[in-house]
């Protein structure tokens, strides 16, 4: 898949944990772990804007597109 997740990274820069991230975008805590682990084929827009307002962060520090060969 040519979308690259780094979610896990971020939330390991501010040092927060899944349980917290899931507690203050109000997200169960499985569907974040499926969006940490690169489990999904997409994202609500409100869910991606919930959690970069958490996590103090741009849309492009959660998501990377990286070229197939």
């Known amino acids: 898949m040519p979308i690259v997740l ?5 939330m390991a820069d501010r040092k927060m944990s899944l349980k917290e991230l899931s507690e203050r975008v109000g997200v169960a805590n499985v ?11 997409a994202i609500r827009f409100s869910t991606l804007e919930a959690i970069c ?16 060969e």
Do not use: F, H, M, W
């Open 53 to 68: 307002e958490v996590l103090d962060c741009q849309p492009g520090d959660i998501l990377e597109y990286k070229r197939e």
């Open 31 to 41: 569907n974040l772990s499926k969006l940490k682990t690169g489990k999904v084929s």
């Open 6 to 10: 780094r979610l896990d990274r971020v």
